[in-house]
């Protein structure tokens, strides 16, 4: 395409937008032409949100204009952008949870004059879902629907209100890799029809197969911008770091001790009463990571929570350094030494009018070096979190700022350097780098490693195969709630793996010792 001959449909000039402390947009220049995809990639707290948010109307610029298809426009409202033909997919869904599907997908355009007819709107709804391939039922209420459900809802309706400049913020965050791959296709078709589209993620690989070009903010400003097909996710990543950053990762040998966590046969349920987990037997020894792969929903998150005492056994048993801790209350976990990085960090999340050094105190306080007696020591607390701040590359203009302050991706961030840092026999960490930017995920996964290195024992719950060959010793895969099989990670072959996960077990592919679970090599 000749770009420079085109007009571009968005156009942000010199855009800088401020918070109390913070600049989190600073003098950005953007342009997007009609059927392209751009990729808007930066690490947690880099601007990606605020310069969407302008673009859409919720947010106004300090400084800056903007051009839509070659005009000034005044964007001073979600409703002028919509009018303007652009529509965004926020980071959180905006949907309301008790109205079905289609009240969603037309709320808020009664006020604009537009009366409704039901049955016109939900064949035109049909008509979308069916063109783009984004089933849903239309009668169902939201808080029925999962959340790539819900993305799709929020897609038809940006679909349905004929938005031609379409601004996905982080979608594959909540997705399973299934459904980025679907995700994918909607962009393409609507690529091919002459939209245009925005696209933020942290994630190489989908900056490279979403993309036709690609920016990178760093701290606010534009550290580049790119055709896709010149550049690789080793240049993306150091551009978005502003650092080397490192795709191999250093462990010491591979030593385990005796074991730290030992299940036998458990048995669990899932919420709605069904088997969950069946005759789960596997352990957990000191200086071992234990990777467990498999696709989100095959009894992963339950056996996080039986683990942690959060969920009930139906039968079998849990010990911790040779402890039984069966049905045990998590209190009694906890005192165990054990840490958990649950999948829904939002419910034992932060506390938002607490600052980051506090919430990063919050386990630690009554011990030492934090505290003598009752009296907490504030600079200790301070020092430790200034660390743990750089540990883990939290955006924050200082401790002392409230956490509600932060970027979603920074209060992950928080809760993940708080449970590590409290961790002393075993952490749990489930999913822990979904939805974090690349600087981020490499410190989680040194972090595990150096758990390990201490002799802690660390259980790894993850889908990306790559991550778990990397990161773990031992890799087990889980399918419908049962272990199909146990490999090595440093031989460990991904397509195998993949074919576990699918739920072909190992048994059908070659003898394995099942007690010890492990391919004889
Ligand atoms: N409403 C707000 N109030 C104060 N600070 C904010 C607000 N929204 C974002 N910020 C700050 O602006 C910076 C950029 O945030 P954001 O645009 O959400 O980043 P990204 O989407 O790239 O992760 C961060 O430092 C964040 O803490
Ligand atoms: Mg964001």
């Known amino acids: 395409m000749e770009k420079e001959k085109q007009v571009p449909v968005v156009e942000m000039r010199s855009v800088t937008k401020t918070f109390p402390g913070v600049i989190a947009n600073e003098c950005v220049d953007l342009s997007l032409y009609a059927g392209e995809v751009l990729a808007l990639l930066g690490e947690n707290g880099a601007g990606k949100s605020t310069l969407m948010n302008v673009l859409c109307g919720l947010y106004r610029p300090d400084e800056g204009e903007i051009f839509i298809r070659g005009k000034k426009a005044e964007i001073n409202s979600p409703r002028d952008s919509q009018r303007l033909g652009i529509g965004m997919v926020h980071q959180n ?71 031609e400049i379409l ?70 990543a150091k551009l978005m770091v502003g650092r080397e950053v490192l795709f191999e990762l250093e462990k010491k040998p591979f030593q385990p001790g005796e074991a730290v966590l030992s299940l036998e046969k458990v048995c669990a349920l899932d919420d709605r009463g069904l088997p969950a987990l069946k005759d789960v037997s596997f352990e957990v020894r000191k200086g071992e ?3 467990i792969a498999g696709v989100a929903g095959n009894g992963q998150r339950e056996l996080a929570e039986t683990i942690t005492g959060l969920r009930k056994l139906t039968s079998g048993s849990v010990r911790i350094q040779q402890k039984d801790v069966t049905n045990a209350k998590p209190l009694t976990i906890i005192k165990a030494g054990v840490a958990h990085i649950p999948q829904d960090r939002a419910s034992v999340g932060a506390v938002g009018d ?125 399918f419908e709630g049962k272990i199909m099989g146990s490999v090595p990670a440093a031989s460990a072959d991904p397509e195998k793996i993949g074919l576990m996960m699918a739920g072909v077990s190992q048994l059908q592919n070659e003898p394995t010792d099942i007690r010890q679970g492990v391919i004889p090599s």
Not at 392 to 409: D, Y
Request: glycine share 6%; aromatic share 4%.
């Open 93 to 163: 869904f905006k949907l309301v949870d008790s109205m079905t599907v289609l009240e969603n997908i037309i709320l808020g355009m009664k006020d604009q004059g537009f009366i409704p007819d039901m049955k016109k709107v939900r064949a035109e709804v049909a008509t979308l879902s069916e063109k783009y391939n984004l089933s849903v039922n239309p009668d169902a209420s939201i808080w029925q629907l999962s959340v790539g459900e819900q993305q799709r809802v929020e897609i038809l309706k940006l679909l349905y209100r004929k938005a």
């Open 167 to 236: 601004i996905l913020d982080e979608p594959t965050a909540v997705l399973t890799p299934q459904e980025s791959q679907e995700l994918s296709k909607v962009i393409h078709l609507m690529r091919a029809e002459g939209k245009s589209a925005i696209f933020i993620t942290h994630k190489m690989e989908e900056v490279m197969t979403f993309s036709d070009r690609v920016m990178v903010l760093r701290k606010g400003k534009v550290a580049a911008e790119l055709s896709t097909t010149s550049t690789s996710p080793r240049d993306l």
């Open 289 to 291: 990571i234990v990777g």
């Open 354 to 478: 607490m600052s980051v050094a506090s919430n990063l105190a919050m386990k630690d306080y009554r011990k030492k070096p934090l505290s003598i007696g009752i009296f907490l020591l504030p600079q200790q607390i301070l020092s430790m979190a200034k660390k743990l701040i750089n540990a883990f590359r939290i955006a924050t203009p200082s401790p002392e700022t409230h956490v509600k302050f932060l970027s979603g991706g920074n209060i992950q961030k928080t809760i993940l350097a708080r449970e590590i840092g409290a961790c002393k026999n075993l952490l749990v960490a489930v999913y822990p780098s979904r939805g974090l930017d690349i600087g981020a995920t490499e410190s989680v996964r040194k972090q595990l490693i150096e758990q390990r290195d201490k002799g802690l024992g660390v259980l790894f719950i993850s889908e990306d195969i790559d991550e778990l060959i990397q990161v773990a010793d031992t890799i087990l895969v889980m």
